[in-house]
């Protein structure tokens, strides 16, 4: 473990819960580089289920020095990389990656995982993200800023926009934030794969992912997968599941 390291938190959540197992893969990655890791999945004063994570960080972040944010369709895919790259440098206090083209779309950044120091600034940034309104992200939207999203997003964007582009370094989409057409072309060079569009797709996707890579259904490496006795059937029973559960704990207790 690096001395960074003891100092990051790997935050995950959804409200109500995933369809995925992705807190599995991201709390097998946090075990294999010593992160500690933290799926919250409880209700918060937020209508738009969107900006429940401004409230995860803005609680947890409190007790570390950095938060890495991961969406609970994201998954680690290269467990022998670490975070190292993304840690904030200079006077800036948010890493955050653009987000894809595809098809004639765009976004200029992407909110489903981004690493945050735990600054006064930064500190500011999140509760303007709480506190601004989507309906002022819209009037101020123009082609520039790609597709809205009617989300946390947008407004994130807006602000980096307008007050914040000093802090914010915006990396390139491939550092951590691949989609499913990366992992078809090419695999080998994916750190962080993020599952998006419909309930539907999504499920499409990820099944796509497990046949190419020839993974579990949490996406994690046959190597470790093994090593905690997590085959794949184990998803599909309910002794499986009980397993599962058992292991989680047992590595969230180890970090």
């Not at 937020?46 to 960080?57: A, G, H, M, P």
């Not at 998954?75 to 083209?101: H, R, V, W």
């Not at 995982?113 to 999140?126: A, E, I, R, V, W």
Request: net charge positive.
């Amino acid at each position: 473990m690096n001395n960074m390291a003891k100092h990051t938190l790997v935050l995950s959540g959804h409200f109500p819960g995933s369809q995925f197992y992705s807190h599995i893969n991201h709390a097998l990655y946090c075990h294999y580089h010593g992160y500690t890791y933290i799926h919250a999945n409880w209700p918060t004063n937020q209508k738009n289920l969107y900006f429940n994570k401004v409230e995860y960080i803005k609680y947890y972040i409190k007790k570390f020095k950095y938060v890495f944010w991961i969406d609970h369709d994201a998954f680690f895919i290269n467990y022998e990389k670490s975070l190292d790259e993304f840690y904030p440098t200079q006077k800036k206090f948010m890493t955050i990656c653009a987000g894809p083209f595809l098809n004639q779309i765009f976004t200029r950044i992407s909110s489903g995982q981004f690493m945050l120091k735990n600054t006064h600034g930064s500190s500011k940034l999140l509760d303007d993200w709480r506190d601004n309104l989507l309906q002022d992200s819209m009037s101020d939207w123009t082609k520039n800023d790609g597709f809205f999203t009617n989300g946390d997003q947008d407004v994130l964007w807006h602000l980096i926009k307008k007050e914040y582009k000093n802090s914010v370094f915006i990396m390139p989409q491939s550092k951590f934030n691949s989609r499913i057409e990366d992992i078809l072309v090419s695999p080998n060079d994916v750190f962080l794969l993020h599952l998006t569009g419909s309930a539907r797709i999504k499920r499409k996707k990820l099944n796509q992912a497990i046949r190419l890579l020839d993974r579990d259904k949490a996406l994690v490496p046959k190597s470790i997968s093994k090593k905690f006795g997590l085959e794949n059937n184990f998803y599909d029973t309910p002794i499986g599941r009980e397993k599962i559960r058992y292991y989680f704990d047992k590595i969230l207790r180890k970090i």
